[in-house]
C-alpha cells in the first residue's frame, strides 16, 4: 500500500461511520444469483428469467408459506437487472422488457407483503456480467435513485475497480447511502476482491461502514463448494470469527439448500454451519418447487433461533479428528450449539466424546438435537456420549444449562415465543444418544 493510499484510507476512517441500526442479528431472505443467475432468456424462459414476475412469485411464496414469520424478510435482485443504458439524468433503470413496471413498484409490491427489496450494484465500471457500474461519479447519484424506489438492502460488488477505487467508493457508499435519510442495509463484496484476509482487510473498519461482507468465492450448487467454503472460514477463523457481531457479520454466500447439488444430509451440513458461522441466511432457490425435506431444514425454527441469537457471537471450529470435526458457538442464557460435521465418505461413524473433552465447565445439562427433535436429559460434563455421523452429515446439539431450563422456559413463555423455543417443550427422552 503507497503512502498516498494509506493516508487516503486513515482520512476515510475518521469520517464513515453507518450506524441505522440494522442488521443486529443476521439477514435473513432470498437472492436471484446462484440459482437463476443471469437468465434474460424471457421468451424461452419466461419463469426462471430475471423479470418482475420472478421476485414477485418469490414474494408471495414468502409471505404465503410461512417464510415471512420465521423471519426470512428480504427478496433480493442481483447482477443482470438493469438496462445497459443509464437514463438522461445519469440513473441506472430496469431493463424495460423485464421490468416493465420498474423498480419502485416491485418495491411497493414487495411492502405490501410485509416483506423488504434488496438490489444489486457494482464499484466499478461494469458489474460482473457486464452491466453498468458505479463508478466513483456515480455513487451519490445511484444512492439517491435506490432510496428513491423504496430499496431496503444494496449488494455492492467489486468486478472492474481497482483497490484503490475499492477503498474509495466502497466507505463512499456507506456514506451516501447514510445521507438518503432512508435505512438501508449495506452489503459489501469488498474484501473478496483483496484476498478475504488481514492485512489487506481491515475487518474493524468494514465492520464501521457495512453491515455484511462477501469475504469468499461464490457458492455454486455442489457439496465441494460449501465443503471449500467451511474450510477457509475455518482455516481462517482466528481473523475472521472477532470481526462479526450485531450489525456486521461475515458472509459465506447463500444457502443453496432445495437445488439439485446436495443430499439430505449435505444440505442439513450446510444449515448447522450457516448456524455456527453466525451467516445470512439468504436462500437462493425456487421457492415454488422445494421438496419438504428442504423445506424443513430451511424452516427448522430451532436452527434459526440459534442463527439468530441476540448475543451474534460467531462460532468456530474447536477439532477435527479422524476426518470428524467439531464446531461450537455460544449462546444467550449460558447456552450453547454444538455441531459434529462428517468430512468422510464411508459410512456412519461413531463419535465418542464428552461436554467436558470439549471443554465444557463441570455441570448438569441438557441437549435437544436440532434435527431429529429429542431431547437429552441428565446429562454431566462427563456423561459419555456417542455420536452417529452421517458421510458428509451432522450432528446439531443445542446444549443448556440443567438448572436454567426450567427458568429459560418461564421466560420464554412470558416473552410468547414459544415457536422460537419449541426446543424446551420437547418430549425428553434419555440418554441412549444412538
Ligand atoms: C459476483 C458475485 C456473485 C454475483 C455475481 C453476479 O460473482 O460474487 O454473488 O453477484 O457477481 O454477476
Given at each position: 500500500m503507497?503512502?498516498?493510499v494509506?493516508?487516503?484510507f486513515?482520512?476515510i476512517s475518521?469520517?464513515?461511520?453507518?450506524?441505522?441500526?440494522?442488521?443486529?442479528?443476521p439477514p435473513?431472505?432470498?437472492m436471484?444469483w446462484e440459482?437463476?443467475?443471469?437468465?434474460?432468456?424471457?421468451?424461452?424462459?419466461?419463469?426462471?428469467?430475471?423479470?418482475?414476475?420472478?421476485?414477485?412469485?418469490?414474494?408471495?411464496?414468502?409471505?404465503?408459506?410461512?417464510?415471512?414469520?420465521?423471519?426470512?424478510?428480504?427478496?433480493?435482485?442481483d447482477?443482470?437487472?438493469?438496462?445497459?443504458?443509464?437514463?438522461?439524468?445519469?440513473?441506472?433503470?430496469?431493463?424495460?422488457?423485464?421490468?416493465?413496471?420498474?423498480?419502485?413498484?416491485?418495491?411497493?409490491?414487495?411492502?405490501?407483503?410485509?416483506?423488504?427489496?434488496?438490489?444489486y450494484?457494482d464499484m466499478g465500471?461494469?458489474?460482473c456480467?457486464?452491466?453498468?457500474?458505479?463508478?466513483?461519479?456515480?455513487?451519490?447519484?445511484?444512492?439517491?435513485?435506490?432510496?428513491?424506489?423504496?430499496?431496503?438492502?444494496?449488494k455492492f460488488d467489486g468486478c472492474s475497480s481497482n483497490p484503490v477505487e475499492q477503498m474509495l467508493g466502497y466507505p463512499?457508499m456507506s456514506?451516501?447511502?447514510?445521507?438518503?435519510?432512508?435505512?438501508?442495509?449495506y452489503s459489501c463484496s469488498w474484501p473478496v476482491y483483496i484476498g478475504g484476509l488481514p492485512p489487506n482487510v481491515n475487518y474493524s473498519f468494514l465492520g464501521d461502514i457495512c453491515h455484511l461482507w462477501r469475504n469468499y468465492y461464490d457458492i455454486q450448487?455442489?457439496?465441494d463448494s460449501v465443503q471449500g467454503i467451511i474450510e477457509w472460514f475455518s482455516n481462517n477463523q482466528d481473523d475472521l470469527q472477532p470481526a462479526a457481531g450485531?450489525g456486521r457479520w461475515n458472509d459465506p454466500d447463500m444457502l443453496i439448500?432445495?437445488?439439485?447439488?446436495?443430499?439430505?444430509?449435505?444440505?442439513?451440513?450446510q444449515?448447522?454451519l450457516w448456524?455456527i458461522m453466525a451467516a445470512p441466511?439468504i436462500?437462493?432457490?425456487?421457492?415454488?418447487?422445494?421438496?419438504?425435506?428442504?423445506?424443513?431444514?430451511?424452516?427448522?425454527?430451532?436452527?434459526?433461533?440459534?442463527?439468530?441469537?441476540?448475543?451474534?457471537?460467531q462460532g468456530r471450529r474447536?477439532?477435527?479428528?479422524?476426518?470428524?470435526?467439531?464446531y461450537?458457538?455460544?449462546?444467550?442464557?449460558?447456552?450453547?450449539?454444538?455441531?459434529?460435521?462428517?468430512?468422510?465418505?464411508?459410512?456412519?461413524?461413531?463419535?465418542?466424546?464428552?461436554?467436558?473433552?470439549?471443554?465444557?465447565?463441570?455441570?448438569?445439562?441438557?441437549?435437544?438435537?436440532?434435527?431429529?427433535?429429542?431431547?437429552?436429559?441428565?446429562?454431566?460434563?462427563?456423561?459419555?456420549?456417542?455420536?452417529?455421523?452421517?458421510?458428509?452429515?451432522?450432528?446439531?446439539?443445542?446444549?443448556?444449562?440443567?438448572?436454567?431450563?426450567?427458568?429459560?422456559?418461564?421466560?420464554?413463555?412470558?416473552?410468547?415465543?414459544?415457536?422460537?423455543?419449541?426446543?424446551?417443550?420437547?418430549?425428553?427422552?434419555?440418554?441412549?444418544?444412538?
Amino acid at each position: 500500500m503507497g503512502p498516498l493510499v494509506t493516508q487516503l484510507f486513515g482520512l476515510i476512517s475518521l469520517t464513515v461511520a453507518l450506524d441505522n441500526g440494522l442488521l443486529k442479528t443476521p439477514p435473513m431472505g432470498w437472492m436471484a444469483w446462484e440459482r437463476f443467475r443471469c437468465d434474460t432468456d424471457c421468451k424461452d424462459d419466461p419463469e426462471n428469467c430475471i423479470s418482475e414476475a420472478l421476485f414477485r412469485d418469490t414474494a408471495d411464496r414468502l409471505a404465503e408459506d410461512g417464510w415471512k414469520e420465521l423471519g426470512y424478510e428480504y427478496v433480493i435482485i442481483d447482477d443482470c437487472w438493469m438496462s445497459l443504458l443509464r437514463d438522461e439524468h445519469g440513473r441506472l433503470q430496469p431493463d424495460p422488457s423485464r421490468f416493465p413496471g420498474g423498480i419502485a413498484k416491485l418495491a411497493r409490491y414487495i411492502h405490501d407483503r410485509g416483506l423488504k427489496l434488496g438490489i444489486y450494484a457494482d464499484m466499478g465500471t461494469h458489474t460482473c456480467m457486464g452491466f453498468p457500474g458505479t463508478t466513483l461519479d456515480k455513487i451519490e447519484i445511484d444512492a439517491q435513485t435506490f432510496a428513491s424506489w423504496g430499496v431496503d438492502y444494496l449488494k455492492f460488488d467489486g468486478c472492474s475497480s481497482n483497490p484503490v477505487e475499492q477503498m474509495l467508493g466502497y466507505p463512499l457508499m456507506s456514506k451516501a447511502l447514510n445521507a438518503t435519510g432512508r435505512p438501508m442495509a449495506y452489503s459489501c463484496s469488498w474484501p473478496v476482491y483483496i484476498g478475504g484476509l488481514p492485512p489487506n482487510v481491515n475487518y474493524s473498519f468494514l465492520g464501521d461502514i457495512c453491515h455484511l461482507w462477501r469475504n469468499y468465492y461464490d457458492i455454486q450448487d455442489s457439496w465441494d463448494s460449501v465443503q471449500g467454503i467451511i474450510e477457509w472460514f475455518s482455516n481462517n477463523q482466528d481473523d475472521l470469527q472477532p470481526a462479526a457481531g450485531p450489525g456486521r457479520w461475515n458472509d459465506p454466500d447463500m444457502l443453496i439448500i432445495g437445488n439439485f447439488g446436495l443430499s439430505v444430509d449435505q444440505a442439513r451440513s450446510q444449515m448447522a454451519l450457516w448456524t455456527i458461522m453466525a451467516a445470512p441466511l439468504i436462500m437462493s432457490n425456487d421457492l415454488r418447487n422445494l421438496d419438504n425435506s428442504a423445506r424443513a431444514i430451511l424452516q427448522n425454527k430451532v436452527a434459526i433461533a440459534i442463527n439468530q441469537d441476540s448475543m451474534g457471537i460467531q462460532g468456530r471450529r474447536l477439532l477435527q479428528e479422524n476426518h470428524i470435526e467439531v464446531y461450537w458457538r455460544p449462546l444467550s442464557h449460558s447456552a450453547s450449539v454444538l455441531v459434529f460435521l462428517s468430512r468422510r465418505t464411508d459410512m456412519p461413524y461413531l463419535y465418542h466424546t464428552s461436554l467436558a473433552k470439549l471443554e465444557y465447565d463441570a455441570g448438569n445439562y441438557e441437549a435437544y438435537d436440532v434435527f431429529t427433535g429429542s431431547t437429552v436429559t441428565e446429562l454431566n460434563a462427563t456423561t459419555e456420549l456417542t455420536f452417529s455421523i452421517n458421510p458428509s452429515g451432522v450432528v446439531m446439539w443445542y446444549v443448556y444449562p440443567e438448572q436454567q431450563s426450567k427458568q429459560t422456559e418461564t421466560l420464554h413463555n412470558q416473552h410468547n415465543k414459544a415457536s422460537q423455543f419449541a426446543f424446551h417443550k420437547a418430549k425428553p427422552v434419555h440418554l441412549t444418544v444412538l
